[in-house]
């Protein structure tokens, strides 16, 4: 069987990945918690502790053409896995985004000194 992976980058899934250590995968229809913890151990390295599933449903979009004729359609069902790892353990998905967010702190930090010490 062929098991798609695909992680969600998103807000939410970054503050997920920070508070909880619970990471979002996009995964194919017919794929059950226990295959994806597996391949998650397999590809990442890392220790599964809990696997959850949400199935979003897709939404109903209707366009209008010329001569106001409607056309009704609907847009693709979508699985997602919600993965909480071990304690200690994470994946490299936000690590540029963590990365960035610390090369900013510095600079405000630094710009605060320099604001400090002109003021002196």
Same mark, same amino acid.
């Given at each position: 069987?062929?098991?798609?992976?695909?992680?969600?980058?998103t807000e939410k899934t970054y503050s997920l990945a920070l508070k909880?250590?619970?990471?979002?995968? *996009? +995964?194919?229809? @017919?794929?059950?918690? &226990?295959? !994806?913890? %597996?391949?998650?151990?397999?590809?990442? *390295? +890392?220790?599964? @502790?809990?696997?959850? &599933?949400? !199935?979003? %449903?897709?939404?109903?979009?209707?366009?209008?053409?010329?001569?106001?004729?409607?056309?009704?359609?609907?847009?693709?069902?979508?699985?997602?896995?919600?993965?909480?790892?071990k304690d200690g353990e994470s994946l490299p998905f936000f690590a540029?985004?963590?990365?960035?967010?610390?090369?900013?702190?510095?600079?405000?930090?630094?710009?605060?000194?320099?604001?400090?010490?002109?003021?002196?």
């Amino acid at each position: 069987m062929n098991i798609l992976l695909k992680p969600r980058i998103t807000e939410k899934t970054y503050s997920l990945a920070l508070k909880q250590n619970t990471y979002v995968f *996009d +995964v194919l229809g @017919e794929t059950n918690k &226990i295959e !994806i913890a %597996k391949l998650v151990q397999s590809t990442y *390295d +890392v220790t599964p @502790e809990v696997v959850r &599933i949400a !199935i979003v %449903k897709g939404k109903t979009k209707r366009s209008y053409r010329k001569g106001g004729k409607v056309v009704s359609g609907k847009r693709v069902d979508v699985k997602k896995a919600f993965v909480r790892i071990k304690d200690g353990e994470s994946l490299p998905f936000f690590a540029e985004i963590q990365a960035e967010e610390e090369k900013e702190k510095k600079v405000a930090e630094k710009a605060a000194k320099k604001a400090k010490k002109d003021k002196k």
